[in-house]
């Protein structure tokens, strides 16, 4: 039955032949390579048959050489049902708007719900989506990935350790965990100030406590700065003099000189791709594994491209369709490689150990000079040791053992 698969999109139809012998009208369509089915005798002068909606014409040049009185009793397939709509045009205009306004409402973001951080923070992350177009009535299309948006609330909020972001159907759920920053635990009770490094004392200012040590002494890591015991002497005579202490929480800032050696290797040549801001986006809709084009057909003609794919789900009101749309920006690059001599390498890699430096010691450090030990060019790269003075606070906190 090969020859009426698909006669239902195609159409057929139900042909009621009157005449003396109506079954041998169907047997000369067979023999003109007419396909027909479902033929069946209604009496002695009347028979029903099916045919293609194609083979009409091809019927009517049959009929021409005959007696046979043809009629068409039903109609039916995708043709007929099209027509039969077609003459409803409001009905069907009515509905195709129904749906696309269901499907549209459907992907608008209608509640946006921030969880798991404090008040404040939260109003901190409801106001930076706002800046990022993140709010009721946004179109969910225009949204960047949630990995992107993630990542820009991390960089934006630095209270924030770690956000995860949902989005189901019509609503938009952020889940953050609040960054705990751990601070050097304040000793109680009575204390010392004793140095964490070795260096030079640049500079003090003693709230509490009793100095130990002058500007310009040299310090090894342990040594008291500034004391908790406070010495007071009496005013009777030295034989009978008694001194008494008297046991307080130092407090207090010793800056001194320190000094870093590090290692830093910067090459003569460098190379790195840049995007040249010519763009174009491309939109398919993809079913199962298969993608069909929407929008943008063919590649530009870049040289050399970059591209960026984001899904985006689609849903009809809470539930997902099992069809998303995917957008893809292809970006134009070009790549430039950069030739540097020695003294440009050795400036740069100053520069890249003294950011690195500051990094690690943190903002209240001040570099203040820097030497190179050493220098050497091998294999197209310049190798630095360089020994660095910092001025920084070299406080710690020392409990007194009262016992003593």
Known sequence: MKHIQGSSMTGFLTVLVEGRQPELFFQKCSERDIAVWNVEKRSETACTGNIKLGDLSALKQVKRGTNYKLSFINKRGLPFLIKRYARKKELVLGLLLSILLIFFLSNIIWEVKITGVPKEIEEKISDQLEEYGIHQGTWAFTLDPP????????????????????????????????????????????????????????????????????????????????????????????????????????????????????????????????????????????????????????????????????????????????????ETTISEKKYHETTRNKAEAVDIGIKQAKNELQLRLGPEAEIVSENILQETTENGKVKLILYMAVKEDIVKQEPIDQGD
Not at 157 to 169: C, M, S
Not at 202 to 220: I, L, R, S, T, W
Not at 224 to 231: N, T
Not at 307 to 324: A, I, T
């Open 147 to 326: 990995s992107e948006i993630q990542q820009q609330l991390i960089n934006d909020i630095p209270e924030l350790l770690w956000v995860g972001i949902h989005q189901n159907g019509t609503s938009f759920r952020l889940e953050g965990v609040e960054k705990t920053i751990v601070e050097e635990e304040e000793v109680e009770g009575p204390r010392n100030l004793v140095a964490s490094k070795k260096g030079v004392i640049e500079d003090m200012y003693v709230a509490k406590g009793q100095p130990k040590v002058q500007v310009n002494d040299f310090v090894e890591p342990g040594d008291v700065l500034v004391s908790g015991k406070i010495q007071f002497e009496s005013d009777e005579s030295d034989e009978e003099k008694d001194e008494s202490q008297d046991l307080v929480a130092a407090e207090g800032e010793v800056i001194a000189k320190t000094w870093y050696e590090t290692e830093v290797t910067v090459p003569l040549k460098a190379s790195h791709e840049r995007l040249t801001g010519n763009t174009e986006t491309k939109y398919h809709l993809k079913v199962g594994g298969v993608e069909f084009p929407v929008w943008g057909f063919g590649d530009p003609e870049y040289q050399d491209i970059h591209r960026d794919r984001s899904e985006n789900e689609l849903y009809l009101f809470k539930w997902k369709l099992p069809v998303s749309l995917m």
